[in-house]
């Protein structure tokens, strides 16, 4: 049996309120807490940041799921647990969706450590547990808006915590079933095995945290690497927008370094105009080359009619 650091001591029932916040200050990476309250007084009720530095902004869903876990880790197994939130995601998690994720063996589940491990952590206790969503304007609500601040001042204070995501023993479904499943989750399994073992492209790396910078200096929004990718399939974009600005983002255009790997073709590296290495920066923004004002000027031209004709 695990030893439980702490465990809340009622033995008959409790209800616990959680919520997640995030602190976004200007200039700052946005950092993300979860929130539990049990009542005023108890030395359980806390704000703890999650763990994943990267991902820390839009997945509310996910601060609450972490909550959850909290939630259910300092409660005693044998005690009857309420877990009230103001949001549907975790109930909808562990009642509807649990038993499709682990009959696909989790395969392209979001933050699966985190739902594994809260999926195991209910099955482990022996006392039941419901989940309830908070009325507008009742007590829970309240309660809920407690926990939120807990979140909020442990979100700001920027306090770096351990998360156990040990699973309990015989709780968690090793693998996926082999029964009843279908062929596109077995490939969907093979290619995320395939993709533990693939070593991303340096370059692009490089490119994805500019991105990321530059999103972030502009509209102080803190984005993914799957985010960036997501916006290149936007409807706005053309195809072939998308696929010059896909070759960017890997560094995939015939310019600057790709020339100094061919023989006696070094010279189309450098920038005839500047006499640089050319990159993509460079040629849509820094370039003295004449005709460059031009295309800026028509750009912001067209861009301008757009705004006009929009909603
Ligand atoms: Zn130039």
Same mark, same amino acid.
């Given at each position: ?35 539990i309250f049990i ?87 022996? #006392?039941?547990?419901?989940? /309830?969503?908070? @009325?507008?304007?009742?007590? !829970?609500?309240? +309660?809920? &808006?407690? #926990?939120?601040?807990?979140? /909020?001042?442990? @979100?700001?204070?920027?306090? !770096?915590?351990? +998360?156990? &995501? ?93 020339w100094n790997h ?50």
């Amino acid at each position: 049996m695990r030893q439980r650091a702490e465990t809340i001591p009622t033995p008959e029932e409790v209800e616990i309120f959680i919520t997640g916040a995030v602190h976004s200050p200007a200039s700052r990476t946005a950092r993300a807490a979860a929130g539990i309250f049990i009542e005023d007084g108890n030395p359980s009720c806390k704000g703890k940041c999650i763990p994943v530095a990267g991902e820390q902004s839009q997945y509310a869903a996910e601060l609450f799921r972490v909550a959850a876990l909290e939630a259910t880790k300092i409660t005693h197994r044998d005690t009857i647990l309420t877990i009230t939130s103001t949001q549907t995601h975790i109930m909808e998690a562990m009642n509807k969706k649990l038993p499709d994720w682990e009959l696909e063996g989790w395969v392209d589940v979001k933050h699966r450590d985190v739902l594994r491990c809260l999926a195991a952590e209910l099955k482990a206790r022996r #006392a039941r547990t419901t989940f /309830k969503i908070a @009325a507008p304007a009742s007590p !829970e609500k309240a +309660w809920c &808006l407690k #926990a939120s601040i807990l979140a /909020k001042q442990s @979100a700001r204070n920027r306090v !770096e915590e351990r +998360w156990d &995501l040990t699973l309990p023993p015989n709780t968690a479904l090793p693998g996926m079933r082999l029964q009843g499943n279908r062929q596109h989750v077995f490939y969907r399994s093979i290619r995320e095995i395939k993709d533990r073992n693939r070593t991303p492209r340096p370059s692009t790396l490089k490119m994805l945290d500019a991105v990321r910078k530059d999103v972030e200096a502009a509209f102080g929004r803190y984005v993914t690497d799957a985010d960036i990718w997501l916006a290149l399939t936007a409807k706005d974009l053309l195809p072939r927008t998308t696929q010059f600005l896909w070759k960017g983002l890997h560094k995939a255009h015939r310019i600057g370094n790709y020339w100094n790997h061919i023989p006696e073709c070094g010279d189309r590296a450098i920038c005839q105009e500047c006499g640089v290495l050319e990159d993509l920066e460079h040629i849509l923004l820094r370039c003295t080359s004449p005709g460059q004002n031009i295309v800026w000027q028509t750009a912001e031209t067209l861009w301008r009619r757009k705004k006009k004709s929009g909603p």
